[in-house]
């Protein structure tokens, strides 16, 4: 899949593979983040240095992510280059080397990453927001793996996670910018293949229980997330939800920036976010505030959720969320990195890519009523608390069950 950015010089690429943390079996979570270090460290014919050396030449940046449900491999260049960023996306997917002294070594890096997530308390908060949202489910699991598992991932089990995941059916390739689709699929069309199977979600999450968490951390600042379960990306209220998130606190003039930040000077960063997978969903709003001021912030985020649920929302709110959801598509579209982006992810979770236009009109045509639909929704949903601080309890009183955050 590919799109002509008018005036870009840059293009970017990108390879999108339908398979996730919550596709890897439970003793070696952390398989699909260790093959994303991995496949950057070349094949029998390029090592690492050769295609570091090889982008360096032409200016050429690179990278990948994980994530629950895709792995993803970049590489962002000029235009009149793109020959050697297909040339190296083409042999790491089809034919990587996944030698054992890499995997090996690599596995230290990991290490490193995981333990300093560890050390990050946001960090800690928003798995740990994860891990009780999605009890006992795949999708609750941290897309680094642990560290009991990442060191008991061997070369052998890489290889086969490989195999039996990275094929045709399973692979989306995306480029934006300074590109010529044909051109494009020419040079893809001679990548090497391999067998291997679309990969099977398996079972939906079962619900979740209100539940609370407090992680005692000897830090300065206090985070909080807080949050609810939400209908999955194919829920036709998906675009109701981008807009009530963009409303509660997504914006600078958001609900929960007005009253937090701006109002009574609780936290220097305040803000609400989704996460909606091919079968379940998520809401929540995190905070990093004063140790003494979290029940507080707490409390004012309840007082927003509910006042949303109530009716609270302004036809003015509705119309700048829209707004606002409206220039980022539009100035997203200009960058050649976010536009494939878009196409990838969207080509490999959902199975089409909206248009533009067609994005830009299912938000206008979300209403006010829609909005406090899904308010209600989350506001009478059971809620999902974790905060991550120098406490041993907070927040005792705060409602995980029934109507109302407060």
């Not at 034919?95 to 997530?117: C, H, K, M, W």
């Not at 079972?203 to 229980?209: K, L, N, R, T, Y």
């Not at 969903?281 to 649920?309: F, K, N, S, W, Y």
């Amino acid at each position: 899949v590919t799109e002509v950015v008018e005036g870009a010089r840059s293009a970017s690429l990108g390879v999108f593979v339908g398979v996730g943390s919550r596709h890897e079996p439970a003793p070696l979570s952390g398989s699909s983040h260790f093959l994303e270090h991995l496949l950057f460290k070349g094949t029998d014919r390029l090592d690492a240095v050769t295609i570091a050396e090889a982008l360096d030449r032409v200016g050429g940046q690179s990278n990948a992510f994980t994530a629950r449900e895709q792995t993803c491999f970049w590489i962002r260049l000029l235009g009149e280059d793109i020959s050697v960023g297909l040339s190296i996306l083409g042999d790491i997917v089809s034919d990587p080397a996944l030698r054992s002294a890499d995997v090996n070594a690599e596995r230290t890096v990991i290490e490193d990453e995981i333990l300093g997530a560890h050390d990050d308390p946001a960090s800690v908060a928003a798995e740990r927001f994860f891990e009780l949202v999605f009890p006992e489910h795949p999708l609750g699991r941290d897309p680094l793996g642990s560290l009991e598992t990442v060191r008991r991932i061997k070369p052998d089990d890489v290889r086969h996670f490989f195999a039996s995941h990275y094929g045709p059916s399973n692979l989306v390739v995306a480029a934006a910018g300074d590109v010529d689709h044909a051109a494009v699929t020419k040079a893809v069309s001679m990548w090497p293949t391999r067998a291997a199977a679309q990969q099977e979600h398996g079972d939906a999450p079962s619900a979740s229980p209100g539940r609370r968490d407090v992680v005692r951390a000897s830090t300065e600042q206090s985070q909080i997330v807080i949050g609810v379960r939400i209908p999955p990306r194919s829920d036709p209220s998906r675009d109701a939800y981008r807009v009530y998130d963009q409303l509660l606190g997504g914006g600078l003039s958001s609900r929960l920036f007005t009253s937090i930040r701006e109002r009574h000077g609780l936290a220097y960063q305040v803000y609400s976010e989704r996460a909606q997978f091919t079968d379940a969903g998520c809401l929540c709003v995190a905070a990093g505030t004063a140790p003494e001021h979290a029940e507080r912030v707490v409390e004012l985020v309840g007082i927003e959720v509910d006042d949303l649920a109530g009716g609270g929302a302004t036809t003015r709110e509705v119309d700048i969320a829209r707004q606002s959801l409206r220039a980022d598509a539009l100035l997203a579209v200009e960058d050649s990195s976010h536009v494939m982006s878009r196409l990838g992810a969207s080509l490999v979770l959902d199975g089409e890519v909206r248009t533009i236009e067609d994005s830009l009109e299912r938000i206008a045509s979300v209403t006010r009523a829609d909005v406090e639909r899904v308010a209600q929704h989350v506001a009478a949903s059971p809620r999902t608390l974790v905060v991550v601080g120098p406490f041993d309890d907070v927040a005792d009183g705060v409602r995980l069950e029934g109507a109302g955050w407060r």
